[in-house]
Structures are given as C-alpha cells and as structure tokens.
C-alpha cells in the first residue's frame, strides 16, 4: 500500500514544484506507445531524479571513465528494461529514491570513488530505471515500443546531463553549482521518500 502511494504523492510534489507536469498526463494519453515511452522517464519523478542524481555525480569524476560508465548504463537499462517486461512485478520507487539521495549525499560532498565503485554505479542506476520504466498498466502489445522508447530517452537524459556535468568541472564556481543540485537531490529525494510513510488526511 505504501509502495503504490510513492508515485501518485511524488507527481504531487513535482507537480507543485512545476505545474505543468500537473497536466502533461492528460495530453499523452492520445499518443501512441513509443512517445508515451519516451516521456516516461520525465513525467515520473522518481525516474528523473535517480537519473540526475547518477549522472551529475558521474559527470564529475575523470571522463576517461566515461566510455565504460554509458556503455555498461545502456547494458544495465537494456537488461532491466528486458526484465521487467518478463519476471520481475512491483515498485522499486522508494530504494531508487534512496540511491538518488546517497549519490547526491556523494556529489554535495563531493567525495570520489574507486573506478569500480563508478560502474556499479552505472549498472545499479541503469537496471533500476529500467525495471522501473513499464507502467503496469500498459497493454501486452504496445509493450516492445513503450520499452523500447523508454530505453532510449533514459539514456539520451543520462548522456546529456553526464556531459553537462563533464563540463562543469572546469571552474571552481561550476563545481559548487554541481553540489548545490546534489543537495537538492538529497532534499528532494528525502521529502518524497517522507511523503510516502505520511498517512492520507
């Protein structure tokens, strides 16, 4: 009951900290599988959180890594994208909303890892959005193309926001504009996790 409160109260949160995602499930709605997909990532504040999260940490740390860390992100989403269209049910929201505020914990710190640690990293965030990304009310045969969508525009957003990132770390004054958004991260990420346990008025 807890875990299927998580999205509804998370759109909430998001829909008051931007309005106009209050109203951008009613215009997809006419849209076939494959854009609905590709706005997936998006319209769920779960998703795009982790996916900010993994990616600006991600972005800080030396770009030669970077090659191995999108390679084994698309893997890692592919994989759970895959699987969770065959064996594995239920809502990973909350732990996905704990890892976006452990990794922003780690940019606000701006503490370094291991390079294993970066692609474990990589794969843990990829299979979680993945898994996370079919809605359960989405039809058998519209599957493929919602996954498939979906799949593509987590990785064109992890992609982007990692190279943004990658970018600045070039001066100082960009580097603390890096973990001021990993606070924001942790803020945010902590508020919805806390929203979920409140009882409904």
Same mark, same amino acid.
Do not use: H
């Given at each position: 009951?807890?875990?299927?409160?998580?999205?509804?109260?998370?759109?909430?949160?998001?829909?008051?900290?931007?309005?106009?995602?209050?109203?951008?499930?009613?215009?997809?709605?006419?849209?076939?599988?494959?854009?609905k997909?590709?706005?997936?990532?998006?319209?769920?504040?779960?998703?795009?959180?982790?996916?900010? !999260?993994?990616?600006?940490?991600?972005?800080?740390?030396?770009?030669?890594?970077?090659?191995?860390?999108?390679?084994?992100?698309?893997?890692?989403?592919?994989?759970? !994208?895959?699987?969770?269209?065959?064996i594995?049910?239920?809502?990973?929201?909350i732990?996905?909303?704990?890892?976006?505020?452990i990794?922003?914990?780690?940019?606000?710190?701006?503490l370094?890892?291991?390079?294993i640690?970066?692609?474990?990293? !990589?794969?843990?965030?990829?299979?979680?959005?993945?898994i996370?990304?079919?809605?359960?009310?989405?039809?058998?045969?519209?599957?493929?193309?919602?996954?498939? !969508?979906?799949?593509?525009?987590?990785?064109?957003?992890?992609?982007?926001?990692?190279?943004?990132?990658?970018?600045?770390?070039?001066?100082?004054?960009?580097?603390?504009?890096?973990?001021?958004?990993?606070?924001?991260?942790?803020?945010?990420?902590?508020?919805?996790?806390?929203?979920?346990?409140?009882?409904?008025?």
């Amino acid at each position: 009951m807890i875990l299927k409160s998580v999205r509804k109260k998370s759109i909430i949160l998001f829909a008051t900290l931007c309005p106009s995602l209050a109203f951008a499930d009613g215009y997809i709605e006419s849209m076939n599988s494959f854009f609905k997909g590709f706005l997936n990532p998006v319209l769920v504040p779960s998703l795009i959180i982790l996916v900010i !999260a993994s990616a600006v940490y991600l972005g800080q740390q030396d770009q030669k890594d970077n090659f191995k860390i999108l390679l084994s992100y698309l893997i890692a989403t592919v994989i759970g !994208a895959i699987l969770s269209a065959t064996i594995i049910p239920g809502s990973y929201e909350i732990l996905i909303l704990f890892i976006a505020s452990i990794l922003g914990l780690l940019s606000a710190l701006n503490l370094s890892l291991k390079r294993i640690g970066y692609l474990i990293i !990589a794969i843990v965030t990829g299979a979680l959005l993945g898994i996370e990304s079919t809605p359960v009310d989405i039809l058998a045969k519209d599957k493929f193309s919602f996954l498939l !969508a979906s799949t593509l525009s987590l990785y064109l957003l992890f992609l982007s926001i990692i190279t943004l990132s990658s970018l600045a770390t070039k001066y100082e004054w960009q580097k603390i504009s890096l973990r001021v958004i990993g606070s924001w991260i942790i803020a945010i990420s902590l508020l919805v996790i806390t929203l979920s346990f409140a009882k409904p008025i």
